[in-house]
């Protein structure tokens, strides 16, 4: 689970690196891609071709994230909008009503359940879910696929370059607006896999996205915010913990020790586990 948690996590702090925004409504990008596979394995695909969904429906969300930006997003950069950051919270926020407003006209506030991935499989004395089990190695390839993207390709270093410096990025010929484009492509696309991935074991449901849209916000914080690597270590540290504790402690209180753990974390570290430092001019 901490593996999954780190899709929308990353996907948060990517868009946040770039432009500097929140966006609040990640998690109706997350439901959106939920919808999208369940939509293709109950209509298009047999269920065993669940993954020929995956990149599907990231192409289908990233078009989506796209189009977003280039009609509400872009025009605030260009224009220079003053508070910037009420316009985005507003703007945010008003998608999520938006979103599941429009799943809930087209399919009703029902609850759908689309094939499981993959049989039970046992570890030794742990049985796991076959879903959740693929649902990691999927998670696991497309982080694997994500980090050689920004680490080896040209596109990738002119992402770090940008949210490094916005104005020095121009100087070498990037378009910092193309580069804010792409990277919110990519951080609702990696929402809609999660979404994708998690969908037999969550559901699919209008409001399906509001707890990993918490869970997301909770690692990014308890990681650093802006750090892709804190991330990735605060979602395995966030899955591991809340495993746990269900196991050990109770399981109602799930989602109560994973508030703990970043209250804990933020006493000790108010920076989160790998914060950015702060550069002084």
């Given at each position: 689970m901490g593996a999954i948690y780190c899709l929308m996590a990353v996907g948060i702090t990517f868009i946040?690196?770039?432009?500097?925004?929140?966006?609040?409504?990640?998690g109706e990008y997350y439901m959106i891609g939920s919808?999208?596979?369940?939509?293709?394995?109950?209509t298009v695909l047999p269920s065993e071709y669940w993954y020929v969904g995956i990149p599907i429906t990231a192409g289908v969300d990233f078009c989506i994230g796209v189009i977003y930006h280039k009609l509400l997003l872009k025009p605030m950069y260009i224009r220079g909008i003053e508070r910037r950051d009420d316009y985005i919270t507003i703007m945010t926020?008003?998608?999520?009503?938006?979103?599941?407003?429009?799943?809930?006209?087209?399919?009703?506030?029902?609850?759908?359940?689309?094939?499981?991935?993959?049989?039970?499989?046992?570890?030794?004395?742990?049985p796991i879910s076959g879903s959740k089990l693929m649902a990691f190695i999927g998670a696991t390839i497309i982080l694997g696929i994500f980090y050689y993207f920004i680490k080896r390709t040209w596109i990738g270093r002119a992402l770090q370059a940008t949210a490094q410096n916005r104005f020095g990025?121009?100087?070498?010929g990037v378009n910092p607006y193309k580069m804010d484009e792409l990277a919110f492509g990519l951080g609702v696309a990696l929402a809609a896999i999660a979404g994708a991935l998690l969908a037999p074991v969550f559901l699919v449901y209008p409001t399906n996205g509001a707890i990993c849209t918490i869970?997301?916000?909770?690692?990014?914080?308890l990681g650093g915010i802006g750090s892709i690597t804190g991330s990735i270590v605060g979602g395995l540290l966030l899955g591991i913990i809340e495993a746990l504790c269900t196991g050990l402690i109770n399981p109602s209180y799930r989602d109560i020790y994973a508030f703990i753990t970043l209250l804990v974390v933020l006493i000790i570290k108010p920076t989160g586990l790998m914060g950015e430092r702060e550069r002084i001019a």
């Open positions: 946040y690196s770039i432009m500097k925004m929140i966006n609040w409504s990640m919808y999208i596979q369940w939509f293709l394995l109950t926020v008003a998608t999520v009503v938006l979103f599941r407003n429009i799943m809930v006209f087209i399919y009703g506030p029902y609850v759908f359940s689309p094939p499981e991935y993959y049989h039970p499989v046992q570890l030794g004395p742990l990025v121009q100087i070498i869970k997301g916000f909770t690692i990014i914080v």
